[in-house]
């Protein structure tokens, strides 16, 4: 996502738009939830750091859509534009999450996979932010990926690549809603308030709480999930030895099952298993 | 000269290829490792002639950037928060031996809690250690300074380290347009580094560093550290001067923002400031005449110039993005010292602390702050000092209080 909001800085640059860019990330690891910013304006910015009231709003990953900690509706106005990459129409995601202001779905995933042939999203999700901002051209959106992929040191072909997949998914969005010419309402207006002196107890950075890390489950970090052939498999545990996160278990007829709830989709056990009998679906479904 | 989108982090390692260093010790640190990865990758593929060492920890880093400087390398670095603590006993060494390196510190909240936003305890922890102190508001600026700041530090009249401050996250990771000076006016502007104080050569041996015994040539030498740090407040400005010529950027000691009528003022300092300027701009929409203060030049601190910007107006607001515990606020001592014997100073001083670990500072922080400068005017009476903490924020930390488990039962929290 920081390379997506970057493509999309870079674009605006070439649009000789006044721009900022930036990601925001705490532990960095596979899975972890981030966020990246992009601004743009005729006039010179005088803002720094997060946007608290996006225009748009792309949601990469929808596993993260009913994730409260990630909370990504959070700031989203009736001005605001949601993009979310999922095979859902619009109308479903907005009835499940009751989304303020305009939606549109796309499934960057899909296209990313089919033209690129990983699912990588940084061009992708670029270009459908690119399209609706309606101010920044093809010709740009192009210039700004080979510039953006060139840096990062990615392969002429996977450039190539990569362009063809963000051209389709420029295409593939609608031209942008008017909404979004509105100027932006007045923040809510928060207070200042006084702190007082508490129980060191309680004002002290400490966790009391026990085993809480076994409530966050981890099955939706999965883009794909691995399935045994129960039928197939010789029992030889290589998956259940392999697996790095314990999550698959010998069940009493001695097959290995896996933990959904908790299997990240490293595919660990699809690569180790020597019979080859683990196969991997595209999850398409994680809510 | 071209104009890129570039980090602040980028923009630093700019600044040090530009200036054509000589050597980089460097060891890495959230969030300034980008820093030192992209001076290496130019060093190894040959585009910056320099040489790069890694070391061990930023005590040693110090250390080797401190006895590099001191045979007549330019020397640059960089590091961050709790490896600018580690390094710390050092500082005052090289100081004391009168080091004219530069170091970048990427300012990030200090430990405990952990944190990887900006605060500036980190960099004003260092405030009496000798270093002269730049802190920067922009990309171009972290830029820009550095260059500025070889001129400073190598001038035969202060010869005293730099230290030069950008925010993690907000600069250090932001991208914006940012111009790249050209090498030819680089080089007119600053020339290569041929110091007559410092070298290494067999048939002249020399001493540096010497240990003294006794308080009379011990002050005697720490006083010309104060001395040679006053007279940047004179060299700064001759150096921008001669920027702005060839580069067409000005910087002065301290920025003023529409001040000139203001009856209102905040000062501020780092990557923050811009939301000040917004919020003043606002205000002004409303009538209110708002203006702004940034200090940018930290030390040797411009009383002088903050007098005179200050002189008059009904009532001044100081944002300390650090805490002192105990105490307060860091550069609000500062700003009052230099204000006290004003005869025409300003009515009110007021005293506040927000955006510690990179904690927004919002709309509504800001007109808390003016309606506090205005009802101390009306009262008379000054607040103590105040933190910047909203409704919002504390909703937010109770949530996380209630997840980590409340140890006192029957407690709200």
């Known amino acids: 996502m920081k390379t997506a909001s970057r493509i999309v800085g870079t674009a605006s640059f070439l649009e000789e738009f006044f721009v900022q860019d930036c990601p925001l990330y705490g532990a960095e690891r596979r899975g972890a939830p981030m966020v990246a910013f992009t601004r743009l304006s005729k006039e010179p910015i005088f803002e720094r750091g997060i946007i608290t009231s996006p225009d748009i709003n792309m949601i990469a990953d929808e596993t993260l859509l009913g994730d409260k900690s990630a909370n990504v509706f959070q700031g989203t106005w009736e001005g605001t534009i949601t993009i979310v990459n999922t095979h859902y129409p619009a109308s479903h995601v907005r009835n499940v999450y009751g989304v303020v202001g305009e939606i549109v779905t796309l499934d960057i995933t899909e296209i990313a996979l089919n033209v690129i042939g990983e699912s990588v999203l940084s061009s992708t999700a670029a270009a459908v932010v690119c399209k609706l901002t309606g101010m920044i051209t093809e010709s740009s959106l192009e210039k700004a990926v080979i510039k953006e992929l060139s840096s990062i040191n990615l392969k002429k072909e996977l450039i190539e690549k990569n362009l063809q997949a963000a051209l389709t998914c420029f295409d593939r969005i609608p031209e942008t809603h008017p909404h979004y010419f509105e100027p932006i309402k007045e923040d809510k207006m928060d207070e200042i308030v006084k702190l007082e002196y508490a129980d060191p107890r309680i004002g002290t950075p400490s966790v009391y709480a026990k085993g809480n890390t076994r409530l966050k489950k981890t099955g939706n970090w999965r883009l794909f999930r691995p399935v045994i052939d129960h039928e197939k498999c010789s029992r030889c545990r290589t998956c259940f030895v392999y697996c790095p996160h314990s999550c698959i278990s010998i069940d009493e007829g001695d097959y290995p099952q896996i933990d959904y709830e908790n299997c990240k989709g490293c595919l660990t056990c699809f690569y180790e298993c020597p019979k080859k009998v683990i196969s991997k679906d595209h999850e398409v479904r994680a809510w | ?413």
């Open chain 2, 1 to 413: 000269m071209v104009k890129e989108m570039l980090t602040g982090n980028y923009a630093a390692a700019w600044g040090a290829r530009l200036s054509e260093v000589d050597y980089v010790p460097a060891f890495p640190i959230t969030p300034q490792t980008e820093i030192i990865e992209t001076l290496s990758q130019w060093i190894n593929d040959g585009e910056m002639n320099a040489k790069f060492t890694n070391m061990d920890s930023e005590h040693s880093m110090i250390t080797a950037a401190g006895t590099a400087a001191a045979t007549g390398a330019r020397v640059f670095s960089a590091t961050s928060s709790q490896g600018l603590l580690y390094g710390y006993e050092m500082l005052y060494n090289v100081t004391g031996w009168r080091v004219p390196l530069v170091l970048v510190n990427v300012s990030r909240g200090l430990s405990a809690p952990i944190t990887l936003e900006p605060d500036h305890n980190d960099i004003l922890s260092t405030r009496d250690s000798g270093f002269i102190q730049i802190h920067a508001e922009t990309c171009q600026e972290v830029l820009d300074t550095i260059l500025m700041a070889y001129r400073i530090a190598e001038d035969e009249r202060v010869l005293l380290p730099v230290l030069i401050n950008m925010d993690g996250f907000y600069l250090s990771f932001t991208r914006e347009p940012v111009e790249i000076p050209c090498k030819d006016a680089v080089s007119r502007f600053l020339p290569e580094y041929n110091p007559k104080h410092a070298f290494f050569k067999a048939s002249k041996p020399m001493s540096q560093g010497v240990a003294v015994l006794g308080g009379s040539a011990y002050s005697y030498f720490k006083y010309q550290m104060h001395l040679a740090s006053l007279n940047v407040l004179t060299v700064h400005d001759e150096v921008a001067g001669e920027f702005k010529r060839i580069f067409g950027r000005s910087y002065s000691a301290t920025e003023a923002f529409k001040i000139d009528d203001a009856e209102y003022v905040i000062i501020m300092s780092n990557s923050f400031t811009i939301k000040g300027k917004a919020a003043v701009n606002k205000f002004r929409e409303k009538g209110l005449k708002a203006g702004l203060l940034r200090l940018r030049l930290i030390r040797p601190f411009p009383s002088t110039e903050l007098k005179a910007f200050l002189r008059g107006k009904k009532a001044v607001a100081v944002i300390d993005q650090n805490i002192s515990p105990g105490s307060g606020g860091i550069l609000f001592k500062d700003v009052t010292t230099a204000l006290y014997h004003d005869p025409d100073r300003p009515e009110r001083i007021l005293s506040f602390i927000g955006g510690l670990g990179g904690k927004d500072i919002g709309h509504a922080e800001f007109k808390h702050i003016v309606e506090e400068m205005e009802k101390s005017i009306e009262t008379g009476i000054v607040p103590e000092t105040q933190l910047l903490y909203t409704k919002n924020d504390l909703e937010h930390i109770n949530n996380l209080l209630n997840i980590a488990g409340n140890p006192l039962e029957g407690l709200e929290n």
